[in-house]
């Protein structure tokens, strides 16, 4: 990867944590009435994911440019978490401090967003040694020992992180869920969708480390990427179902679901990348980049759609301005995807 092209793609996850700032700040102040607090706030805490992913492609990038040192190596994936916890304490905050039924949609929505910003600021640290990757890959025997591999300790405890996540959102959305109000309907099965994010993160975080102790196995390859694609059309398949028949309280979870749901098919980009070239050629390889750009433009297309119908039907007024961070998401999934590539194109040369 040449210089410049690193460059490009570190500022792709910065100008979308940007654009999903400046645009959720916008949204908060434009108006007062339903929606604008919501939409504002989850498109706020949407940077946060951006924010994550910047520390993941930093990190992998500093490696491929050979430049990764050890300021590099803490600096990032603190700069990840910190904004991930940032992310959940500022969701708490809303739900304690709830002055409007808005505040408490949006405080456990943001709450369940800081989630995932900590599930992608794990990859970060997990990819703190990605280029034994291509070289395990290259080199090593499905038996071989890496010399630099992590400690057991290390695996194990950056392995749980995406794990005691995903426990979290979904046992909190069982606990909104039995509530029986609106409110809780609403932010339980976004939850439910924030979750199954988190456990797509289980499966990139899976393939990194396992590739670099070299225990990818024969068995797996596609284990983890099969895994990412069922979650994601469950996400996406309960988000249809529970617009089934269409309620005004469904339509912006349903639809949240939806673009949840998208997102896990980017995630599954980088599953199915690191897959397809373990010590093997593929030379489909530089195709699969296109898998976020057309889960990005597919949130941007049903964006447009969501805010036509919003003029008549202010239910649709939500899902249209998050599907647009979503989109912001999925975009900068994109880079990573495409870094990752770069980073294995000898594989797949």
């Known amino acids: 990867m040449n210089y410049k092209m690193s460059v490009l793609f570190r500022l792709i996850p910065l100008i979308m944590g940007v654009i999903c700032l400046t645009f959720g700040i916008y949204i908060r102040t434009m108006g007062v009435g339903d929606g604008y607090l919501i939409a504002g706030n989850v498109l706020i805490a949407l940077t946060a994911i951006c924010i994550a992913l910047f520390s993941t492609a930093a990190t992998i990038i500093r490696q491929l440019i050979h ?15 910190t904004a991930g916890i940032v992310t959940c304490l500022s969701g708490i905050l809303l739900v304690i401090t709830e002055k409007t039924v808005d505040d408490l949609v949006s405080g456990n929505v943001v709450f369940g967003v800081g989630l995932i910003a900590c599930c992608v600021a794990t990859v970060a640290i997990s ?22 591999r992590y400690t057991r300790g290390t695996y194990l405890t950056y392995f749980s992180v995406p794990l005691i996540c995903t426990a979290i959102a979904w046992i909190y959305a069982y606990f909104l869920l039995t509530q029986g109000t609106s409110a809780d309907f609403v932010a339980g099965h976004v939850m439910i969708g924030l979750g199954l994010v988190c456990a797509s993160l ?15 196995s024969r068995k797996e390859r596609w284990l983890w990427s099969i895994l990412v694609l069922i979650l994601g059309t469950i996400c996406i398949g309960w988000g249809i179902m529970l617009m089934m028949p269409l309620r005004a309280i469904a339509i912006a979870p349903g639809f949240v679901l939806i673009g949840l749901g998208l997102i896990c ?23 699969i980049p296109l898998i976020p750009v057309g889960t990005a433009l597919a949130c941007l297309f049903l964006a447009a759609f969501l805010f036509e119908v919003s003029y008549f039907n202010v239910n649709f007024f939500v899902p249209a301005h998050i599907m647009v961070g979503l989109g912001a ?18 594989q797949s040369d």
């Open 127 to 148: 990819s703190g040694k990605f280029s034994m990757i291509p070289s395990n890959s290259e080199n090593l025997s499905y038996k071989d020992v890496p010399f630099d």
């Open 202 to 216: 289980i499966a990139l975080v899976a393939t990194v480390l396992r590739q670099i102790q070299n225990k990818f």
């Open 329 to 346: 998401v999925c975009f900068t999934l994109f880079a990573i995807v495409s870094i990752l590539e770069s980073g294995t194109s000898k």
């Open 265 to 287: 098919y980017s995630i599954s980009s980088k599953v199915i990348l690191l897959a397809a070239v373990w010590r093997r050629k593929e030379p489909l390889a530089n195709r």
């Open 67 to 81: 430049k990764f040192n050890r300021a590099d190596r803490i600096f990032y994936p603190i700069l990840g978490y």
